[in-house]
């Protein structure tokens, strides 16, 4: 299968490209995406003929059919990392909550969030194209908590791959920063930011225009490549999961084979969304997908009302930070593949310069067609997790955004699958605050877990727990002007 653009193409690039191309380099022509040519469809016999495989058997079943120009023994090798997760026979285990409520528990990975679903997986690949080629990429990636771990975990010692991370310090959850701070790996290098994510991001970005840097990548003949979700090397790998979902209702005689189901889906960059709507757009039956945000409602905002503005917006940091985004990258695919590549570059033209774009009232009912949009506040989000703690389900503050949809479409007599994206461990002080009823209190990370655990009687993954006894190795906290120059440092003593 070949890869196309999704603002059309600039003369600069191929017309058609491979999947090895599109996520070695994954910008497009005009700054646009790489999507896939066609989506291979699934029909009811397909689900039928699936039920009884496991989840990596599925895997490579469906990966097959994007016929992708990767050895099949290399895909079999990154397909197995799932067997790292907490139970290698159900890496993503679907619980049943309530009659018409299941949760897609995407989080039993090494890092805690759903981020290990596809970065797992793509890691290897990435490395193993790199060797190929006997090439060295670097990547890098700024991130505000859950990216970054996920990236360093993937690439720790992988060949012909160094992993560049850039943080926020003091703008992560305590775990969050141990999981960077004390990941081993020689060709891994972090580096906390003096400011916010704002900062870190920026930083990255003026790094990445630069074109001084770029010319001394070049002398180094070191190649740059990202692992963002922009990568439509991580997209395949969370398509996947939400066909699973519906085919275990199916197994489970939850629903009959063709009955419609809702997936809700906390969404920042929408990603994990736009997995669900390749699904759905590969023939499973998803009436709708609920994109779920907080208190940085852009999508939901896009959804209902058909306009995207961020004109006079700033960014609210709230209790789940992996949501506090105002650009969401993947929103572009859905655009190009709803109305083309010519309109999608006009809207996405609109959002560089005016911050803002509005959609036809066609178009808008077109989007309305496969989405509808929810936000939550911090307070409602404290109550969700409250009031599911008393119900014995403990839910990280993402996760709980989505209940705000599911109440909201219960009525409808359909099952709906909430995606849940972090464990409850990656964001204790906040879900402490939620089921101690003292909203207010600062709880430590470490002080909120242990109270969890014991009020609720639950597990801390050791992984979790080893992280604050094990050595810091990275401790370069530094200005975000100061960053080039770490990283050449960096790529010299390497
Ligand atoms: C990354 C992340 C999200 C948002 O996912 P997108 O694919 O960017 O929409 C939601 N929750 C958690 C915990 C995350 O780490």
């Given amino acids: 299968m070949y890869f196309i653009q999704t603002r059309g193409n600039d003369g600069k690039k191929q017309l058609k490209t491979t999947f090895s191309e599109a996520i070695k380099s994954p910008i497009a022509s005009f700054g646009g995406l790489y999507v896939p040519e066609f989506l291979p469809q699934l029909d009811k016999k397909f689900i039928d003929e699936s039920v009884d495989l496991s989840y990596k ?5 469906i990966l097959d059919l994007f016929e992708l120009d ?3 023994d290399i895909i079999k090798q990154a397909i197995s990392l799932y067997d790292n997760f907490d139970d290698k026979d159900n890496p993503v285990p679907l619980k049943k909550i309530e009659d018409m409520l299941f949760i897609n528990e995407l989080y039993h990975g090494p890092t805690r969030a759903f981020k290990d679903m596809a970065l ?10 790199a060797k190929n080629e006997q090439k060295t990429y670097l990547i890098l990636a700024a991130t505000s908590g859950d990216t970054g771990p ?3 975990n993937s690439f720790a010692n992988k060949e012909n791959i160094k992993v560049v991370c850039i943080y926020p310090e003091g703008g992560t959850s305590d775990v969050q920063k141990l999981q960077m701070v004390t990941q081993k790996g020689d060709n891994l290098k972090v580096i906390g930011i003096k400011g916010n994510f704002d900062d870190a991001q920026n930083a990255l970005k003026s790094l990445l225009a630069s074109e001084s840097f770029q010319h001394e990548l070049g002398k180094k003949d070191m190649n740059l490549s990202a692992a963002n979700s922009v990568n439509f090397g991580r997209i395949i790998f969370q398509i996947i999961y939400h066909i699973n979902s519906y085919i275990q209702l199916v197994k489970n005689k939850e629903i009959k084979n063709g009955d419609e189901i809702y997936i809700a889906v906390p969404s920042g960059n929408f990603g994990d969304a736009l997995g669900a709507y390749y699904a759905k757009k590969m023939g499973i039956q998803i009436r709708k997908i609920l994109i779920s945000a907080n208190s940085n409602n852009v999508l939901s905002e896009l959804i209902n009302t058909g306009v995207y503005d961020i004109r006079d917006k700033t960014l609210i940091k709230t209790i789940s930070p992996a949501m506090d985004i105002l650009i969401s990258s993947n929103v572009e695919r859905v655009l190009y593949d709803k109305f083309g590549a010519k309109r999608c570059k006009e809207l996405m033209d609109d959002l560089n310069k005016k911050r803002y774009y509005k959609l036809t009232k066609d178009e808008h009912t077109a989007l309305q067609k496969d989405f509808r949009g929810y936000f939550c506040s911090d307070s409602e989000t404290k109550h969700y997790i409250s009031e599911y703690s008393v119900k014995n389900y403990l839910m990280d503050p993402h996760t709980a955004t989505c209940i705000k949809a599911y109440d909201d479409i219960k009525c409808s007599r359909r099952k709906t699958v909430i995606c849940s994206t972090a464990e409850w461990t990656k964001f204790a002080p906040a879900v402490m605050n939620a089921i101690s009823c003292e909203y207010n209190k600062k709880f430590t990370d470490i002080d909120a877990l242990e109270n969890i655990s014991e009020i609720m009687n639950a597990n801390i993954p050791s992984s ?5 006894k094990a050595e810091i190795i990275h401790k370069t906290v530094i200005d975000k002007k100061d960053l080039q120059e770490e990283i050449f440092k960096f790529l010299e003593n390497y």
């Fill in 150 to 152: 996920a990236t360093l």
């Fill in 70 to 72: 990767i050895d099949k």
């Fill in 464 to 468: 979790v727990i080893n992280l604050f």
């Fill in 120 to 129: 797992q997986p793509f890691g290897y690949i990435l490395s193993q194209i």
């Fill in 57 to 61: 058997e599925l895997c490579l079943k």
